[in-house]
């Protein structure tokens, strides 16, 4: 035990600072959320941390994103990697993994392979859904969490008796309620990001955890907290009797997403292949403006168009939020 972690070690005790040591906790989203939580954990002294993002640091970020800096905005860095190189000057102590991927049905499982709790760090509800599909599956921890305007949720998907978010679905926020409509401010991060580090505290060190839905608005001060244990569905397609686990099967997934307050769209090819960046960015040099490479992407403008082309194939299409325009665009490209 480093006496780094003492003041804490004196309120939890040494056996739940030693199993915060032991565990291993998946980060899926570097957001604002998911920025926020692995500071914290770090800070506790985790003992490994993943962090899976597909997004890069733009400076719209940086009002609410912690960890991040113009100078990762500059470069684009990708977030996990951004993320991963200022965890390790905070800390030595946790190992950090970094993950430039898309979170979906058919990458979630190799992602959470291992892991002792699963923490919310994503900005949309199907991505969610796939994680709490296949947390229930794996019988691992998940911590949710959400939040927009100056208006934030936390839950814990614990156990065998609690209802899943397919359980709870009814009962959050209507997903139209975006940060493009909405906006968010960084002290309900602090405040959401808390509550989940606080409860993976208590989970990762023993404690139980009750299926408690708390939520919160940090700008009018109000506060409120709901045991939903009643609400499981012993039919639920995640936790019930006969789950077949819907999230995780192709038919639940689109390939292509407008993204939250950005004017752009996110494309995910039908199988992701390695591209060669340097090549392309060769090809396209006569064609296209402002051209950023690096080892993790190429960023440049096409005609009216802010094109970000990732390593794996993916692409977000910057200057429209119609996906038919993106695909078109990602066509001529890609081919």
């Not at 404690?207 to 919160?216: A, D, Q």
């Not at 244990?229 to 639920?236: E, H, K, T, V």
């Not at 819907?246 to 494309?267: E, F, N, W």
């Not at 060769?282 to 992407?297: C, F, M």
Request: charged share 20%; hydrophobic share 40%.
């Amino acid at each position: 035990m480093t006496s780094r972690f003492l003041k804490q070690e004196l309120f939890i005790g040494k056996d739940g600072q030693r199993n915060i040591e032991n565990s291993h906790a998946v980060i899926l989203g570097a957001g604002a959320l998911g920025s926020a939580v692995s500071e914290m954990l770090v800070r506790a002294g985790i003992g490994k941390l993943t962090i899976i993002d597909r997004d890069y640091v733009e400076q719209s970020n940086l009002q609410r994103q912690q960890l991040y800096t113009e100078e990762d905005a500059a470069k684009k860095l990708p977030k996990a990697i951004a993320a991963e190189k200022r965890l390790k000057e905070i800390s030595s102590h946790t190992l950090i993994e970094s993950i430039v991927e898309d979170i979906n049905y058919h990458t979630v499982e190799k992602f959470i392979r291992g892991a002792s709790i699963l923490m919310d760090g994503t900005d949309n509800f199907e991505t969610r859904m796939v994680i709490n599909d296949a947390a229930i599956k794996h019988h691992i921890p998940f911590l949710f969490g959400a939040c927009v305007g100056s208006y934030g949720l936390s839950y814990s998907v614990v156990g065998e008796h609690a209802p899943c978010l397919h359980c709870l679905i009814e009962q959050l926020p209507s997903q139209q309620i975006t940060c493009d409509t909405a906006g968010v401010i960084s002290p309900i991060v602090q405040w959401v990001a808390a509550m989940q580090v606080s409860q993976a505290m208590q989970i990762l060190s023993g404690k139980t955890i009750l299926p408690v839905l708390r939520s919160f608005d940090i700008w009018k001060m109000e506060y409120a907290e709901v045991n939903v244990a009643a609400l499981r569905n012993n039919s639920c397609p995640a936790c019930g009797g006969n789950a077949d686990f819907p999230y995780l099967s192709s038919q639940k997934q689109t390939k292509a997403a407008v993204l939250c307050g950005r004017d752009a769209v996110h494309i995910r090819p039908p199988i992701l292949k390695e591209l060669d960046l340097y090549g392309l960015s060769q090809r396209w040099k006569s064609l296209v403006e402002n051209l950023i490479a690096n080892p993790y992407l190429v960023s440049f403008h096409y005609d009216d168009y802010r094109v970000i082309l990732f390593k794996d194939g993916r692409a977000i299409i910057h200057g429209t939020s119609e996906v038919s325009m993106a695909k078109s665009i990602y066509t001529k490209l890609i081919g």
